[in-house]
């Protein structure tokens, strides 16, 4: 097993703030669109009208011969993509864009102009008019269950007796829905395709891997992955949307091959609705059973969750229920609906976000009915091991973060009869949400240079997508070398910098973390053969370098993942604590305060992680009161595809937000002792939302977001 390293850090790391901080807010930090590429051109996307059917015709001519259109591609013009093709074997099942005439969902890309300007693109696609085949398209997922099927197998989960729940001495039985949520990081999703040869090409793209891009660019397209180089050195926001290559990357790829330009596509905001994923339509229905002292005695949670026609997208809503609770009998089922919507994708806390939000709403429910408080009930059900394979957790301290998130908020001020409290005419209430996520740790390879000046470069192919990664890996680099932080460097987002993971399931840190602590292990193992001493704690490198007249010297570190799987489970833990006021004429609901704690291991940044935890707390509270991509069923078209319709919180939304933490380290999944915090900081969040405003109120709203007409109802 690897050392772990000291987790007492200096204070000075306390306070360290982003090693890209300053890139960033004084706008120095180059992103994907903002690169100056000789002979640059601009694309701009045509959408379908319709939602499914085929396109008839194209008349383009008029566009064609616009100010500056140099090409519009469509199915009819646009370069084969080998990877498209039948007989091509290992690619996954995606839309195909520009390779046939059918549609699938309203707003499919189904033309691409490209022109000198982007004001003159823009007026070119304007013009781009297209004749249909229209058929019957279907977008409403309460109405097409009867189309339900399992993704995989028969998509069921059972463990001791099925449906147990409905014996229980105390029992309920309710539904949840989860709508549409859709992704609108502050970056655009953008791309710049240069070919630099027939079979050789570069891309600066908003990717959350750069290395999994370069995979897909090279299988497509039937060139070199070693032609292929990728590049997204800052990322403005994904946390799920960047996770994979979407049809305009390709069609950008496409339309520079045709016109043998650089060609740069910039998403709209609109597009954002319907080019890059969202968090799937989901209901839910949970069933929950119980003694009368609240030990639980079964669980039956099933889902049906949005897909698209041509893929099958999953995610494990059901799963929380599986583990999240000593039950010895928990059965689930997991249903896809396909309809004429783009193809969903995974959003902060994918699956276990939504299947939260029903679990903990039902555990709340069931505390009334008992007369337990809601936290009692949580830990009266402990898990001690995990309850689905019966293996010990590699670190599980969730009981010291109810004590923590409970005192801080003020839990004992809470009421158990809902709507008893009232503070300056406002009803107030507590709830509290719990929530998991896997702790992940993939394979990773970092390369370590140490220079004659003293100073320390790291590179890495990992994409920072916000959360501070390189603030880590310099902090992790800089304790284990024992030398100031303000001497290491990160380089990382280029897919020519050693492997590195795509980011995304919380495990940036635990994977290239553990590479960095290597290499640092190894590169002072080089200095000390050296020197020929082994006990120095914190040696001169510049001197020890110039000593030896060695201008660097250099170690290239790999770092393996998945050790300790099979002995034990792995899981972050969070608890959310909530405050909110709720008018009771308007229905307003205000968060008053917020206390959000996290079980994730050893803290490396504090003040990164205080960000990813409120952060996720910020996005949690738009799920629950907000956020909502309305579709108008019968166009299949969203109408609030812009920030002025589709609400999400702001400034004035949110009052601070206590992010606390245990703190204290997983010994078995990395040498950091660190684990994921990214998607537990928003896991379990809209629920203890939810069960606040029924603790002010007495009104249980379970269909988010938790709008005023919902709640004065």
């Known amino acids: 097993m690897e050392k772990a390293i000291n987790i007492n850090r ?16 004084t706008g120095a930090a180059k992103y994907s669109a903002e690169y100056a590429v000789e002979g640059l051109t601009y694309g701009v996307l045509v959408g379908s009208a319709i939602a499914k059917g085929s396109i008839a015709a194209f008349d383009i001519k008029t566009a064609e011969r ?8 469509t199915y009819l013009n646009a370069p084969k993509v080998p990877g498209f093709q039948p007989d091509q074997k290992g690619v996954r099942a995606q839309l195909k864009v520009f390779n046939d005439d059918k549609i699938f969902y309203n707003g499919q890309p189904i033309a691409l102009v490209i022109a000198d300007t982007y004001e003159r693109a823009l007026y070119g696609a304007s013009l781009v008019k297209a004749t249909y085949n229209k058929e019957e398209h279907q977008t409403n997922l309460t109405e097409n269950f009867g189309k339900g099927y399992p993704p995989r197998g028969d998509g069921l989960y059972k463990r001791g007796t099925e449906d147990a729940w409905k014996s229980a001495p105390i029992k309920l039985e309710q539904e949840y829905m989860v709508p549409t949520n859709t992704h609108n990081p502050m970056e655009l999703h953008a791309i710049i395709a240069r ?13 959350q891997g750069v290395k999994a891009t370069q995979h897909d660019i090279s299988q497509l397209f039937n060139i070199p992955l070693e032609n292929v180089q990728v590049n ?22 496409l339309g520079a091959k045709a016109v043998k330009k650089p060609v740069k596509l910039v998403l709209s905001r609109a597009d954002m609705f319907t080019s890059v994923g969202y968090r799937p339509h989901t209901w ?3 069933g929950i059973g119980a003694t009368a002292d609240g030990k639980l005695t079964g669980i039956t949670h099933q889902a049906y969750g949005q897909t698209s026609p041509y893929e099958n997208f999953t995610e494990g809503a ?3 229920s599986q583990s999240l609770y000593a039950c010895p009998n928990v059965n689930t089922k997991y249903n896809l609906v396909a309809l004429n919507v783009g193809t969903p994708t995974w959003m902060r806390g994918p699956g276990e976000a939504t299947g939260a939000f029903a679990l903990e709403s039902a555990l709340d429910e069931l505390s009334y009915v008992l007369s337990i408080d809601p936290v009692e009930l949580r830990l009266r059900n402990y898990a001690e091991t995990d309850p689905e394979n019966g293996k010990p957790f590699s670190s599980k301290y969730l009981k010291e973060a109810y004590q923590l998130g409970a005192d801080h908020i003020g839990w004992n001020d809470r009421k158990q009869q809902p709507g008893t409290v009232k503070k300056d005419g406002w009803f107030v209430g507590y709830g509290i949400g719990c929530g998991m996520f896997g702790a992940y740790r993939s394979g990773a390879t970092v390369k370590a240079t140490m220079k004659a000046d003293g100073t320390l470069h790291l590179q890495s192919a990992v994409s920072d997508i916000g959360p501070g990664t390189g603030t880590a890996m310099v902090l992790i680099a800089a304790e284990q ?9 990160f380089e990382n987002g280029a ?8 980011q995304g399931g919380s495990a940036t840190t635990a994977s290239v973390g553990s590479a960095v602590h290597q290499a640092c292990v190894e590169l002072k193992d080089k200095i000390q053969k050296l020197t020929g001493n082994s006990g120095t704690d914190n040696p001169d490198y510049a001197q020890i370098l110039k000593q030896h007249d060695l201008p660097l010297l250099e170690v290239t570190a790999k770092s393996t993942g998945g050790e300790g799987r099979d002995k034990y489970s792995m899981n972050s833990w969070s608890v959310h604590f909530v405050k909110v006021l709720v008018n009771g004429s308007t229905g307003v609901v205000k968060i008053d305060k917020v206390a959000s704690v996290a079980d994730c291991g050893t803290i490396i940044s504090p003040k990164t992680a205080r960000s990813q935890i409120v952060g996720g707390a910020i996005g949690g509270i738009g799920m629950a009161l907000m956020e909502e991509a309305v579709i108008d069923h019968r166009y299949g078209r969203y109408i609030n595809n812009n920030y002025a319709d589709y609400h999400v919180p702001v400034n004035a939304d949110i009052p601070q937000i206590d992010a606390l933490f245990v703190n204290k380290p997983d010994p078995i999944l990395n040498p950091m002792g660190a684990k994921g915090m990214a998607e537990i900081a928003l896991v379990g969040m809209a629920a203890a939302v939810a069960n606040a405003v029924y603790n002010a109120t007495g009104k249980r709203v379970r269909e988010l977001p938790i709008t005023p007409d919902k709640v004065i109802a």
Do not use: C, Y
């Not at 200096?10 to 807010?25: F, H, N, Y």
């Not at 070398?481 to 460097?489: F, L, V």
């Not at 897919?495 to 795509?502: F, G």
């Open 10 to 25: 200096p204070s000075s790391a306390d306070g360290m703030s982003r090693i890209d901080g300053r890139l960033k807010v």
């Open 66 to 73: 616009a100010p500056g259109v140099l090409f519009v591609v």
């Open 195 to 207: 070919w630099d040869a027939d079979d050789k090409i570069t891309v600066w793209d908003k990717t």
């Open 232 to 253: 997204s050195r800052f990322v403005g926001g994904a946390f799920g949307s960047a996770l994979r290559t979407w049809p305009h990357e390709i069609v950008a790829i």
């Open 284 to 286: 839910q229905k949970i």
């Open 318 to 320: 059901v799963n929380v």
């Open 481 to 489: 070398m024992g030398m100031p932080a303000d001497k290491i460097s």
């Open 495 to 502: 897919s020519d910098l050693p492997q590195a993971p795509t």
